[in-house]
């Protein structure tokens, strides 16, 4: 009786084993929490704004510099990061108290260069490009609004990434991401007036046919109050095979 007992145990125990050839994804060890995020910015220098993904809704800094670094699997540096890219940050579990929040202990940073999407790039371009753009209306700016269509970046933790990048390279305050009615119902913009005094608002929204996949179309303008507002009206814009986006500017227009 108790041979046959043993014999049904390493019965059961070969038939719940993994096959040898299976692959594995990586774990956290104990005490180790992991994140996966966007790479939003920063993978040129290393210094890496990164946009929770899922429910995760935060933003982070992570100094890549030092840390192993895998990209497919396979061994790699900070220097083969892209912006885009989807990665995910072992680290203590403890988060520094700042905005964006920074890792406690980070440990290492796995990447894959599949699914690369590199949508907050594509806001920053526009978003600059607005910015050269009759500069007299960028002065003295101490309330600041970008609103992203959801169309063009469905993550809203990217849609954020996008807007404080943009303020933090231009030294603007840090931003809100009303869109206009918005800012008219919680009372930053008199819409009888069409005043917002010493606050700027950008906008990039998607086109009537915006597209889809690797193509999109959207209008951009920055307003600074009353009736005229600055803008490109039908831009177009297109992914590269590395996850990119190049956009051509639409028509400028002041209205």
């Given at each position: 009786m108790k041979r046959l007992i043993a014999a049904l145990l390493v019965l059961c125990l070969v038939g719940c084993s993994a096959p040898a050839s299976a692959s594995v994804p990586s774990v956290p060890s104990p005490g180790v929490a992991a994140v996966?995020?966007?790479i939003a910015d920063g993978a040129e220098d290393g210094s890496l704004l990164l946009a929770g993904q899922g429910e995760d809704t935060g933003l982070y800094r992570l100094s890549a510099a030092d840390?192993?670094?895998t990209l497919d699997g396979e061994e790699a540096s900070a220097a083969d990061l892209r912006d885009g890219m989807l990665v995910t940050v072992y680290f203590s579990g403890?988060?520094?108290e700042s905005y964006p929040a920074s890792f406690h202990q980070p440990t290492r940073l796995e990447a894959v260069s599949e699914g690369a999407d590199d949508r907050a790039g594509l806001a920053l371009q526009a978003l600059d490009d607005l910015w050269s753009e009759d500069t007299a209306l960028n002065e003295n700016i101490e309330e600041l609004s970008v609103y992203i269509d959801e169309t063009l970046i469905p993550n809203p933790a990217e849609r954020a990434a996008a807007?404080?990048?943009f303020a933090e390279l231009h030294q603007l305050p840090p931003p809100m991401t009303y869109?206009?009615?918005e800012l008219c119902d919680e009372g930053y913009?008199?819409?009888e007036e069409l005043s917002w005094e010493k606050g700027c608002y950008l906008e990039?929204?998607?086109a009537e046919d915006a597209g889809t996949g690797k193509t999109l179309r959207f209008n951009a303008q920055k307003w600074r109050g009353g009736l005229v507002a600055i803008m490109y009206d039908g831009c177009t814009a297109k992914q590269k095979t590395d996850g990119g986006w190049k956009y051509e500017r639409g028509v400028f227009a002041i209205a």
């Open positions: 996966t995020c966007r840390l192993p670094i403890e988060m520094l807007a404080w990048r869109s206009w009615e913009v008199n819409k990039l929204k998607a």
